[in-house]
């Protein structure tokens, strides 16, 4: 047998090309004659339009076409309501392409110029004079939903968007009987993705066969596709949509449709010309979807040895000015509030307010880093009021091995099912981390240290992540008549993570062929017709388990056609080295030569193909050369559709020392135990575990989209919305536990938004833990800026 | 589309004044007309064609953008095209071997799983490449490696693999020396 591909650390087929720049990201993609957009924005965060003046940007000589909401006729409506949700106010606020009247935050779309480059472009938006009559806002979440606060949109009373609440089991009994409770309120600032790549479109039209050609950096294609033959009323035949090498997503790409998603590929139709607009990072600061702000207020009702038996979250959503992906960000947050504890009653309360900030959609995590800082906030700060060590109080709430699955009735996640965890070994994971950590010599180290005047602290953040959801996706495999090579596709989109090569690994299983003799395609509408995204950890479980099975059909055809050839039975076949072999013996033909076999010619194109002419048909069978109910070829489509998603799993744990002078903190050991079932390729698994941790310890310490009181972005690029660099990302240490998920053939759950989840919390817990002889009250923030731990000290000095 | 509506006249370049630039780049010497506002990363993606080069912040923050303009690592964002007049520029197209052999760095990267988009990628090969043409023996500590790395903004992978990387270039490059 071929050594199995699946669950080694396979390196990656994709790198090469990117190592030597030859990536083909949309900005790299050459298209003749193409021309160049940029767009007025929004200088405001709530305004009426007073007018816009086009007319001097108009006559310069570099200017092909100034449009306004005037000039862009049927598409000049509000764009659509992708997720929709009874509960969102009178159905919910999405923008328009370009303003009309009102602008409902700083950065929104008023005019687009089309012109012979970009720096002409940008000249005449300079040349585009627009007047504002500004109006009161409100930016605090809190008195936004007061009565009498400035209104995002007048017709949407005290600015919600959203209210729903969930239960499960009876948590008002349970609070009435309570020996214990305890509650806090946290916040989590507003963040963005920021991928390296910011967003891109470039669209061109054939006049001639009536095709659209649209390159998107988005992670839907397929769905991008769908959408713009809706809003064009254009047969989705006619339009292809390509993401070719997309520079990093983490959600952002998800959102559709950002105005120039639509407006670029108008122009180009309009104009008849290829148009390209690049987003640089300025306006992916103020235009691209941005998260993360929500305000918790949980309540944890327990026994005094730590059992909790109910929970009460009443949260605040910070949705941005529109609404179009729903309350998805809050449901997931909602139903990830109870971690990988037992908690048997639950009462969850989600109000979305609207604000005059760009719209917020998921970013990496999508909600569950909120809900993560919430309940394990609380929880350590339940262990600290009952007396018992926060790790012990984790151990004493944990769902048990035996319990799964694990169903949390009444609280449905974002796939509309009940919130249902399948599987994990959460005490395990737990031990591991202490042990590996050796929490106990830490203890007498810290004590030293304190003795001396320095601050050591530990901290742990425990989390869970529903992975893997439907609807489905497909997989397509065909191996290649004159080369034997395996072709792969399916309707994702890749950003970096690896797909080429992990799937490449399904398939060559089956196939008995090399990892690098697979030809993978996706980003392509007309490399797989049918699919749905790339989001919400989904992509390796669902994909990967529809690759899988009709991989798993492709093999049982070559075995087939390989006895045939070889004139012998199915079971005497082996698949190795991309050949069919008689089991122990020493004859074999190649996948070519059996997928040349398998398809009936009329004409000999070279030697191979002679034994497959109908003259000479490979096929044994009497009749025709291709039986009844038989394809051509080695070529089988299947898809997968979960029954519901599955749960993976983690738990981080940091020490930190802390220097009460700088308010700065050093990590100095972090640790990540990680579990996403049966890993496909660790290497890649460790890469997009690491990749979360660095963003998380971004949104920890440093990352804010911060405002000022008129609601003008203070953070639009680099210097202000601090990213961090190896500097400040610490070499973490990640082990691997492997419980497989029972709810699909490869045993597999998603992995993409591990990492980024628990760190604040980590963070946080940690910084008490160090600070605690100097008294400062609970963290209850993130980011940890040195600002916000100097009014902790300070507070603590003052008292 | 109303067919009735003439096709405007576009013209095939903007009206900004041009002025000649001569570099040499990757080893071939070239002369160019460019604006005299055109960035130097525009002037290599756009006028040569070598799209390696990325673009990820232009204002000289993230490192995507990072060549060699003589002999040491620059932001080409932060540059106009015609102040590199007479510069040598080196890119990542030009690091491998002419047969596409990876060069180590290179090779490490990928044995290290130090890329993910690969967005990034070309400007950390290239500051890796500055400061390990121009250090002999570099010092391979953890902190001092990321001082090194320190210019380069990286969003997918955390940066361990990229530190490793760093490592396991100076093993290649040490071998292929001995």
Redesign the interface.
């Given at each position: 047998m071929s050594t199995r591909q699946f669950g080694e650390p396979v390196?990656?087929n994709?790198?090469?090309a990117?190592?030597?720049?030859?990536?083909a990201?949309i900005?790299?993609i050459?298209l003749p004659g193409a021309?160049h957009a940029a767009f007025v924005r929004s200088a405001h965060a709530r305004a009426r339009i007073r007018s816009i003046d086009t007319s001097q940007a108009e006559v310069l000589?570099?200017v092909?076409?100034v449009y306004t909401a005037d000039d862009i006729g049927a598409l000049d409506a509000e764009l659509p309501m992708l997720i929709p949700h009874p509960c969102i106010t009178s159905g919910g606020k999405t923008q328009r392409p370009l303003a009309r009247g009102d602008v409902f935050y700083a950065g929104q779309c008023i005019a687009m110029v089309v012109?012979?480059?970009r720096?002409?472009a940008e000249d005449a938006c300079a040349a585009i004079a627009v007047e504002y009559e500004p109006l009161p806002v409100e930016l605090d979440l809190d008195r936004a939903v007061a009565d009498g606060a400035p209104l995002v949109h007048d017709d949407i009373p005290n600015n919600v968007a959203a209210h729903f609440v969930q239960q499960s089991g009876d948590p008002d009994a349970a609070f009435a009987a309570a020996e214990h409770t305890t509650t806090v309120r946290v916040r989590l600032e507003r963040s963005t993705?920021?991928?390296?790549?910011?967003r891109a479109v470039a669209a061109r039209w054939d006049?001639v066969s009536g095709e659209l050609t649209v390159w998107d950096s988005t992670q839907a294609t397929i769905s991008v596709r769908g959408g713009l033959a809706s809003l064009f009323d254009i047969d989705e035949d006619r339009i292809r949509v390509i993401a070719p090498?997309?520079?990093?997503g983490?959600g952002q790409k998800i959102m559709m449709f950002h105005p120039d998603e639509i407006l670029v590929p108008y122009a180009a139709?309009?104009?008849?010309?290829p148009v390209k607009y690049i987003e640089?990072?300025v306006e992916n600061f103020i235009g691209a979807s941005q998260e993360r702000a929500q305000i918790h207020e949980i309540s944890l009702a327990a026994r005094k040895d730590g059992t909790v038996l109910a929970l009460r979250d009443s949260f605040v959503h910070d949705t941005g000015a529109f609404i179009p992906y729903g309350i998805a960000v809050a449901q997931v947050a909602s139903t990830s509030i109870a971690g990988p504890y037992r908690i048997p009653d639950i009462w969850v309360e989600m109000t979305l307010v609207y604000t005059p900030c760009v719209q917020v959609t998921p970013y990496r995590g999508c909600g569950r880093p909120q809900a993560c800082f919430a309940i394990e906030r609380a929880l350590d700060q339940l262990a600290d009021e009952l007396g018992i060590d926060r790790t012990e109080i984790r151990r004493r709430n944990f769902i048990g091995p035996g319990e799964f699955p694990y169903v949390r009735d009444g609280l449905l996640f974002a796939d509309g099912l009940a919130v249902n965890y399948d599987s994990g070994e959460y005490e395990k994971a737990l031990d591991l981390i202490t042990e590996t950590v050796d929490l106990a010599s830490f203890r007498t180290e810290q004590e030293a240290a304190r003795a001396a005047g320095r601050y050591l602290g530990f901290g742990l953040g425990f989390y869970v992540e529903g992975t893997g959801l439907g609807p489905y996706e497909g997989g397509h495999v065909k191996v290649h008549p004159i080369t034997g090579k395996v072709y792969v596709t399916t309707g994702l989109t890749s950003?970096?993570?690896?797909h080429e090569t992990v799937f490449a690994q399904i398939a060559a299983d089956q196939v008995g062929c090399d990892v690098k003799d697979v030809i993978f395609a996706e980003g392509d509408t007309q490399a797989h017709e049918w699919g749905v995204a790339t989001f919400a950890s989904r992509a390796a479980v669902v994909s990967g388990n529809a690759i899988h099975k009709a991989a798993v059909k492709a093999r049982a055809r070559i075995i087939a056609a390989a006895a045939n050839m070889l004139e012998t039975d199915e079971d005497s076949i082996e698949l190795r080295d991309g050949r069919a072999w008689i089991v122990d013996g020493n004859r074999s033909v190649s996948l070519a030569e059996i997928a040349t076999a398998s398809n009936p010619l009329r004409y000999a194109f070279n030697e191979a193909s002679q034994t497959a002419t109908q003259f000479a048909p490979a096929s044994t069978h009497d009749g025709p050369p291709l039986a009844e109910g038989q394809a051509p070829g080695i070529e089988e489509t299947d898809y997968f559709s979960p029954s519901h998603a599955t749960w993976a799993y983690g738990v981080h744990a940091a020490i930190v020392e802390f220097f009460p002078d700088t308010c700065a903190m050093e990590i100095r050991r972090y640790l990540c135990i990680h579990d996403c079932g049966n890993m496909i390729n660790p290497?890649?698994v460790?890469?997009q575990v690491?990749?979360?941790?660095?963003?998380g310890?971004g949104g920890a310490f440093y990352e804010r989209c911060a405002f000022d009181e008129n609601g003008t972005p203070l953070a639009a690029?680099?210097?202000d919305f601090l990213?961090p660099?190896?500097?400040e990302?610490p070499?973490?240490e990640i082990l691997h536990m492997e419980t497989p998920s029972p709810l699909n053939p490869l045993g597999i759950k998603g992995v993409g938004e591990a990492?980024t989840i628990p760190v604040s919390q980590v963070v946080a817990s940690a910084m008490e833990d160090a600070l605690a002889p100097l008294g400062i009250a609970p963290v209850r923030e993130s980011p940890m800026s040195p600002d916000m731990i100097h009014r902790l000290l300070s507070e603590a000095r003052s008292r | 589309m109303a067919k009735s509506v003439l096709k405007k006249a576009i013209p095939a370049t903007s009206s900004d004044p041009r002025i000649p630039v001569t570099l040499t780049i990757n080893g071939e010497t070239v002369t160019r007309e460019a604006s005299p506002r055109l960035l130097l990363s525009d002037f290599i993606r756009h006028e040569l064609g070598l799209t390696g080069t990325h673009v990820g912040c232009e204002h000289g923050v993230c490192g995507c953008c990072t060549v060699m303009i003589d002999g040491r690592a620059g932001r080409s964002c932060l540059a106009f095209a015609v102040q590199a007049d007479g510069a040598e520029i080196r890119t990542i197209e030009g690091v491998a071997a002419g047969d596409g052999t990876l060069h180590p760095i290179q090779q490490a990267m990928m044995e290290c799983h130090g890329l993910q988009c690969g967005y990034c990628t070309p400007g950390f090969v290239m500051s890796m490449l500055s400061y390990l043409e121009e250090t002999p023996e570099p010092d391979l500590s953890e902190t001092a490696i990321r001082e090194v790395l320190s210019g380069n903004l990286c969003r997918c992978t955390g940066y361990n693999n990229i530190v490793k990387a760093f490592r396991r270039s100076v093993e290649l490059m040490n071998a292929a020396e001995g």
């Open positions: 390196q990656r994709a790198d090469p990117l190592l030597k720049g030859e990536g990201f900005d790299d050459s021309l000589p570099d092909v076409a012109a012979v480059d720096y002409a993705a920021a991928p390296m790549e910011c006049g090498n997309v520079g990093g983490f139709m309009e104009l008849d010309r640089d990072r950003q970096g993570q690896g290497m890649i460790e890469g690491m990749g979360g941790i660095g963003q310890i690029n680099f210097m990213m660099y190896a500097t990302v070499d973490a990492g | -």
